[in-house]
């Protein structure tokens, strides 16, 4: 992104004028609305009128759905500038030796100047030497006066409507006797869901973000009404508000659901919305403007600032989620069952292969040290001690065993706080000081399972879990920790070991009269099959698709995660558990990844093929996994929320996913 001050190029974002934390569009300024140079018939000269537009930008998007809606293509040239922005160049055009538009998508040279510009700032400052204000699209050009006619959608779009070609069967879009009410809805949706997503992603403080994530879905919600009873937004026919809600319809689910984290809802939990989105996709014209990778690449490897790292999201079959049916009346939702295109083989995570791995950009978990496990003479109440923290998956199968085996009176418990000290690691509760505001307001219900006691561990009197590690000379930093209160040692600090030892060694202490155990020896060998499959593709591969910096190693994780989410799915069709009938640690370990799935992997680990509410079984097996004794109570989505997303890229937390998404 660049902007212009007097004919300087600037480079990077316009600096704000407001201190509120608030995202303001900056208004466009060639705004030329009066007739322009057309025929008798009222069609535009021939080879004068260019379009020039980003095939990523919803604005931009406008003018090309009009354009073909309208069969301006033979009138009006298209050149599409590349979707990526350098903060120093900003918008691009594409090499001379490209294709040129045919009004479709693909990027193409400058066709509109004759000058072969690659940058489009040069076209705006041929127009206007002297330019103060953003390089933006879309634009109309004139190629005979060489400037620019206007570079406001909303205007370009109404121009588009007024030029007829000679087929005069082709019905206006925004008809005189409707225009008042036109102008209401499209103002409502502009000012409420077109610029509300983006006052939400690009939100600087969490009270910004709020109030905007806020609008937007009260937009959604009012338009989900409105569509009930009417194809297109003011009856039967389409109008320019149609062609103006579509562009952030169709982006809503891949970008602004995950990116700019609208993220209560998604588009396709709208049924009326969704529909009518499939039906303006599938309508003559406009589905060949829609270009999601493209749109994709843009978004996630533009705004670097909520997505630092810039891996470009994969997202989900964009044929499945446009080209289905939009039975309008009926509403029939169709699942599509997926196959399973290759399973994930058990991983090798030698330390001697874990420096070359980092170097190409894969995330590699460390190992733990701390091995040692507990007989069921030395497992006495009182005596053994958990660090733990409730946003860690691996610390959560740790709580869910505690609780599922009945041992919360037997096994103390540390929780830490959800966020990391930068350096030092997991720390216990800090100083008001340095939590957010959101943080310090919510202090008695968010905070109010944190250890604390004066800020320290209720136990050992430490503020960092590293105290507990260095003093026995480790400079590890993880939980979970089992700790031995009476031998002043570490036990173990591998979760799926402490496990074991729960089941094996305590559940004869048990507070229930029948507790389950989590490992028979007849089902060890479908169990450990089962691990061996979920810890490496979903439990792990989550980690590697959503803290990679290799956008090869993401694509890898993300496709196993899926396949391997495809064949639980599968497996869970005529099963009740995994294993059958009863409660074993293979869903103990499962569990924690995929009740973090639709809350905060959708959104922070990039893994937006699909929600778990989309597969029907493992949907089914996770709200019954949910209602099993002490599952709830180990559980903490909030302090999940609050830790994957407060250190990473502008630290906004997203919305909860509603009510009924659960």
Request: proline share 6%; glycine share 6%; aromatic share 10%.
């Amino acid at each position: 992104m660049v902007y212009v001050v007097a004919g300087e190029i600037k480079p990077g974002h316009r600096p704000r004028s407001s201190d509120d934390g608030a995202y303001k569009r900056q208004a466009t300024v060639f705004r030329q609305t009066t007739p322009l140079s057309c025929t008798d018939e009222g069609t535009p000269a021939l080879g004068r009128y260019h379009l020039i537009v980003s095939a990523a930008c919803p604005w931009a998007h406008r003018t090309l759905i009009m354009c073909k809606l309208k069969q301006l293509e033979a009138y009006v040239t298209v050149s599409v500038v590349l979707p990526q922005q350098d903060d120093d160049i900003g918008w691009e055009f594409a090499e001379a030796n490209a294709s040129p538009s045919t009004g479709g998508a693909e990027p193409t040279p400058d066709l509109a100047t004759g000058k072969s510009f690659r940058r489009l700032s040069d076209v705006y400052l041929l127009a206007d030497p002297k330019y103060t204000g953003n390089i933006t699209t879309p634009v109309l050009y004139d190629s005979q006066e060489q400037r620019i006619i206007n570079n406001d959608s909303a205007d370009i779009v109404k121009i588009f409507d007024a030029w007829l070609p000679a087929s005069t069967d082709i019905p206006t879009l925004y008809p005189e006797e409707q225009r008042k009410e036109i102008d209401e809805v499209k103002d409502r949706i502009q000012q409420q869901l077109n610029n509300g997503v983006y006052q939400a992603g690009l939100a600087k403080t969490q009270t910004a973000y709020l109030e905007a994530v806020e609008m937007v879905f009260s937009c959604l919600d009012a338009l989900e009404q409105r569509l009930q009873s009417h194809r297109y937004l003011l009856g039967s026919t389409m109008t320019i508000a149609d062609v103006q809600l579509f562009p952030t319809l169709v982006r809503f689910d891949a970008v602004y659901y995950p990116l700019f984290k609208c993220s209560r809802k998604r588009l396709v939990s709208y049924h009326h919305i969704s529909a009518y989105m499939r039906d303006m996709y599938q309508t003559g014209g406009v589905a060949v403007t829609v270009d999601m990778e493209q749109i994709r690449l843009h978004y996630f490897s533009t705004f670097t600032s909520i997505n630092p790292k810039g891996i470009v999201s994969i997202g989900s079959d964009d044929e499945e989620t446009f080209g289905s049916p939009h039975e309008r009346a009926s509403m029939i939702v169709v699942e599509e069952e997926e196959k399973v295109s290759h399973m994930a083989a058990v991983e090798d995570e030698h330390a001697a292969e874990a420096a070359a791995r980092r170097a190409r950009g894969e995330f590699v978990r460390g190992v733990s040290a701390f091995r040692q496990g507990v007989s069921k003479e030395d497992a006495t109440p009182g005596r053994y001690h958990l660090y733990i923290a409730n946003n860690c998956p691996w610390c959560h199968r740790v709580m869910l065993a505690r609780s599922v085996l009945g041992l919360e009176a037997v096994i103390s418990v540390d929780i830490c706080f959800y966020r990391r000290h930068p350096e030092r690691g997991w720390q216990f509760l800090p100083a008001d000081d340095e939590l957010y505001e959101h943080e310090v307001a919510a202090k008695d219900t968010l905070l109010s399972t944190v250890s604390r006691s004066n800020s320290v561990s209720a136990f050992s009197g430490h503020p960092y879990v590293a105290q507990v590690y260095a003093a026995e000379g480790s400079t590890e930093k993880s939980v979970p920790i089992l700790f031995d209160k009476q031998d002043m040692k570490i036990v173990n600090n591998e979760s799926a070991e402490i496990i074991r030892i729960f089941n094996d060694g305590f559940r004869h202490l048990s507070s229930l009269p029948n507790p389950p155990d989590l490992y028979p020896p007849s089902l060890a060998p479908v169990i450990d099959s089962l691990n061996d499959l979920i810890y490496p593709a979903i439990n792990n591969g989550a980690y590697k698709a959503g803290f990679t910096s290799s956008e090869e190693a993401y694509k890898t994780a993300f496709h196993r995660y899926f396949d391997a989410l495809s064949f639980l799915n599968e497996r869970l069709r005529d099963s009740r558990f995994l294993t059958g009938n009863q409660v074993t640690e293979a869903d103990l370990r499962l569990f924690p990844t995929l009740v973090r799935h639709d809350p905060v992997y959708y959104i922070r680990m990039r893994l937006n093929k699909r929600m778990i509410a989309d597969y029907p079984f493992l949907s089914r097996w996770l709200h019954d996994f949910l209602r099993q004794p002490g599952v709830k109570e180990a559980t903490d989505l909030e302090h999940c929320r609050n830790g994957y997303f407060g250190r990473t890229g502008n630290n906004i937390i997203p919305m909860p996913l509603s009510d009924s998404h659960w």
